[in-house]
């Protein structure tokens, strides 16, 4: 008998797991892909417009204009689906947007996809528990897309008093540099896109305060970005007051802090679960309540390689569906999740870093592969992501001009092309 599977979303993660459940006739029937927007690619999908569109439906994306991806094209792919040959390594967001759409027709998803349809709550029709928890059906209840909203982290804290210093934002609406030309901005968070989204204010001619709570950056940065520690409190006279008791005054307050996770369709007392500090657990295998096993979160986890990860937590979960996975009981499966998250916290990982993975994933994938048996991640993959970061770190401003090509399963090279369009190897992995 063919299971029915609903999906939440057709960013990245929707679509990989529609994509996988079309694979296998035998065990599923198609899916029901609900969105709420009308395009395909999630975050990926630009929009300049930011908070909401004239008919109330909130802008979902975080891409801004000139967003390059920090990870090569030969690391970011599907396994199973590569991106086209000719393009450069780091790619533009419509080179992935477009990518996206490629994969919905190549593996024919669009015609289960629901647009415009947003999910207002998603019930277990027999909450039981242990044993009998893989038996629960779920009732999904949705409409056409009225009004949601984004939860990007931070902007509550300090906005409503910053207002008065000037203008507070989120990166989330952040679009392009231009407008902040001139302006000094504190930018509040030194990871990823806070590091990126100061490089571009910086060429536009603003002057970036980088406020952030770990040791100082040792990595190159351009002129004009001057790193500070966090931000503790803005005074009532506007003033933004540091950890280290120093004062700034600045025209924008700008929250690189990332995002809460909000999951208005579910209740999650109801499936064991906290959500909260930027944290959702229990999760067995980082996807799972134990509690109700057939509910999974694909896409969860962060610092990781995503479409590759996707892929293999996909695979991982159609398996246990199917029944080629056997899961522990609940109480194991609890306590599992629970010696992991006291490994991290015992090795200095804060709680609201439970959910990072980092040099934790390619052994995570691999168990994954095993206990499903799917093919694993390459050895290339690894080794590529982790000399991109390498890069990263001697080279802030200009890593992405380099362009990479994988020759093998175990072996990437690097390589120049010159105006007349032959290539050279520059080295070899």
């Not at 797991?17 to 999630?42: K, M, Q, Y």
């Not at 933004?240 to 996770?261: E, H, K």
């Not at 080629?324 to 998250?341: A, I, K, N």
Request: charged share 20%; hydrophobic share 35%.
């Amino acid at each position: 008998m063919q299971q029915r599977v609903a999906v939440v979303g057709a960013g990245a993660a929707g679509l990989c797991a529609a994509r996988h459940i079309l694979s296998r006739p035998a065990s599923f029937a198609p899916p029901v892909v609900f969105e709420l927007s009308g395009n395909v690619g999630g975050t990926w999908c630009y929009e300049e417009h930011v908070g909401t569109f004239p008919n109330g439906r909130p802008v979902l994306s975080s891409m801004y204009r000139d967003l390059r991806t920090n990870l090569p094209k030969e690391v970011m792919m599907f396994p199973d689906f590569p991106f086209d040959p000719e393009l450069r390594s780091f790619l533009s967001h419509r080179e992935v947007q477009q990518y996206l759409e490629r994969y919905c027709e190549s593996f024919r998803i669009w015609p289960h996809i629901r647009f415009s349809a947003m999910v207002e709550n998603i019930t277990p029709v027999s909450p039981t528990t242990g044993s009998e928890a893989r038996k629960v059906t779920w009732e999904v209840t949705s409409s056409d897309s009225t009004v949601t909203a984004a939860d990007p982290d931070g902007v509550k804290t300090l906005g409503k008093r910053c207002v008065s210093a000037g203008k507070v934002l989120h990166s989330h609406s952040y679009r392009f540099a231009e407008p902040f030309s001139g302006q000094t901005v504190v930018v509040l968070g030194a990871k990823a896109s806070g590091l990126d989204i100061s490089i571009e204010l910086v060429k536009a001619g603003a002057k970036v305060i980088l406020s952030h709570r770990n040791p100082p950056l040792t990595i190159p940065l351009p002129p004009g970005i001057q790193q500070a520690s966090s931000v503790v409190a803005v005074q009532d006279d506007g003033t933004i007051r540091l950890q280290d008791g120093s004062v700034c005054q600045a025209d924008v307050l700008m929250f690189c802090t990332g995002y809460n996770f909000s999951y208005p369709f579910l209740d999650p007392a109801q499936l064991g679960l906290d959500i909260q500090d930027h944290v959702v657990s229990p999760l067995y295998r980082y996807m799972m309540p134990p509690a109700f096993p057939s509910l999974f979160f694909i896409g969860i986890c962060k610092v990781i390689c995503p479409f590759p990860n996707f892929d293999c937590q996909v695979q991982f979960a159609l398996a246990v569906l199917d029944g080629s996975v056997t899961l522990p009981p609940q109480e194991q499966m609890e306590e599992e999740v629970w010696r992991e998250q006291q490994k991290k916290l015992d090795r200095g990982v804060q709680r609201h870093h439970l959910l990072k993975m980092d040099q934790d994933q390619w052994e995570y994938c691999d168990t994954l592969a095993g206990s499903a048996s799917f093919p694993p991640l390459q050895p290339a993959v690894r080794s590529l992501y982790e000399e991109v970061w390498r890069q990263r770190q001697v080279h802030p401003e200009n890593y992405r001009d380099f362009n990479y090509r994988l020759v093998s399963a175990t072996r990437w090279e690097l390589i120049r092309e010159d105006p007349g369009g032959s290539t050279e190897t520059l080295r070899t992995l």
